[in-house]
């Protein structure tokens, strides 16, 4: 199959779809793979680290996608790409459809075969292709709050794990996910008190056996939120419905609780965000202010590490593309139950109900969808 890698276009995304070690392996397997002139070059890959894995050179992103059968990406696919987007098409990228209409509707009428890595399973129920991202951009969470919190960043002025004879910061995780442990991870680390809030006393306790003393889990149906919000210097909002719209947790009236200067960090914000007055920005313009809260909102937040996000996302993506590949997408899709999970739109119809339900469209089965 002929796999085409266009240069990202999203503003400060530095990633790509693939490092030229997975180009390599696709080549071993005999498929032909064209990759767009210096798109790897910001991830630390150039043009000849392709060539010699066997890719050839596009020299822009009409040729990629006229050519190829297969586009793999990192970020959903922007307009100008959507209108690029061939019928019968396979695009395999992040797609976080539930918070996109406009381009839930571009991709149906493109009539092509997308598949989003947000929404691929595995036996455990668990996101393996939106994981290695979620443990990124959870561990960037608390660095970037820690940054905004200084006071030339209009911050509270206060370092995340205090100093001799001051207190540390309060850090205030929302969702115990891979987000939630990665962002502790970063938190506990810099010896902030941190509170983890989530639903299910199970993921609690396997928290509890990670962390120690150094966490306060907080069963979401047993506390008083509104004190917890008031009490944090630093909020991680990273609460994920698959493929859905993510739960507004934080309103506009709790923001009036919060400390003057304290800081929001919503990982959410790809699927809608988890506070109210969240928006999306991005790594060159990332906070802004509401209330006297900073609210840092940027929806591509591994893409300011692009080398590490992408090499830890080809681990994941990679198995999934070579079955693609190898056996097609009816083939691959029919026989793996978690890569039919992936299966968003296909040639027209809305495959994955919680965005047909969002976005009033009839909803299709993706084993429907791959009969018709």
């Known amino acids: 199959?002929?796999?085409?890698?266009?240069?990202?276009?999203?503003?400060?995304?530095?990633?790509?779809?693939?490092?030229?070690?997975?180009?390599k392996t696709l080549v071993s397997e005999g498929h032909e793979v064209i990759v767009e002139n210096d798109g790897g070059f910001e991830a630390g890959f150039d043009n000849d680290q392709y060539t010699k894995a066997g890719?050839?050179?596009?020299?822009?992103?009409?040729?990629?996608?006229?050519?190829?059968?297969?586009?793999?990406?990192?970020?959903?696919?922007?307009?100008?790409?959507?209108?690029?987007?061939?019928?019968?098409?396979?695009?395999?990228?992040?797609?976080?459809?539930?918070?996109?209409?406009?381009?839930?509707?571009?991709?149906?009428?493109?009539?092509?075969?997308?598949?989003?890595?947000?929404?691929?399973?595995?036996?455990?129920?668990?996101?393996?292709?939106?994981?290695?991202?979620?443990?990124?951009?959870?561990?960037?969470?608390?660095?970037?709050?820690?940054?905004?919190?200084?006071?030339?960043q209009k911050g509270r002025g206060v370092l995340l794990g205090g100093a001799p004879g001051g207190e540390p910061a309060n850090v205030l995780i929302l969702g115990g996910g891979v987000v939630g442990e990665n962002a502790a991870i970063i938190a506990t680390g810099m010896k902030a008190k941190v509170h983890i809030v989530d639903k299910s006393e199970a993921r609690l306790k396997q928290l509890v056996e990670m962390f120690g003393d150094k966490i306060i889990p907080e069963q979401s149906d047993k506390i008083d939120l509104n004190k917890l919000v008031a009490e944090a210097d630093l909020l991680v909002g990273g609460v994920l419905i698959p493929g859905a719209e993510a739960p507004k947790l934080v309103t506009k009236n709790m923001l009036k609780l919060m400390k003057r200067g304290s800081v929001i960090v919503d990982v959410a914000i790809d699927q809608g965000g988890c506070v109210e007055t969240s928006k999306p920005t991005t790594h060159g313009e990332p906070t802004y202010i509401v209330d006297d809260v900073v609210h840092y909102c940027v929806a591509n937040m591994p893409g300011g590490v692009p080398r590490t996000s992408t090499i830890a996302l080809n681990n994941a993506t990679l198995p999934f593309l070579s079955n693609l590949a190898n056996k097609g997408y009816e083939k691959a899709l029919n026989e793996d139950k978690n890569f039919l999970a992936g299966l968003n739109v296909h040639k027209g119809h809305v495959t994955y109900k919680a965005v047909a339900d969002v976005f009033g469209h009839k909803y299709i089965s993706p084993e429907e969808a791959l009969k018709n």
Do not use: W
């Open 55 to 152: 890719a050839k050179i596009a020299n822009n992103a009409s040729d990629i996608f006229n050519d190829a059968e297969i586009i793999v990406k990192v970020k959903e696919p922007q307009k100008v790409e959507v209108d690029m987007i061939r019928e019968n098409q396979i695009v395999y990228t992040y797609l976080h459809l539930a918070a996109a209409k406009e381009l839930t509707e571009g991709l149906i009428k493109t009539k092509s075969i997308n598949i989003a890595y947000e929404t691929v399973t595995d036996d455990n129920g668990r996101l393996p292709l939106l994981a290695p991202m979620s443990a990124v951009a959870g561990r960037m969470s608390v660095q970037a709050g820690a940054h905004c919190l200084e006071k030339n």
């Open 1 to 23: 199959m002929k796999i085409g890698v266009p240069k990202e276009i999203k503003p400060q995304e530095n990633r790509i779809g693939l490092t030229p070690e997975s180009v």
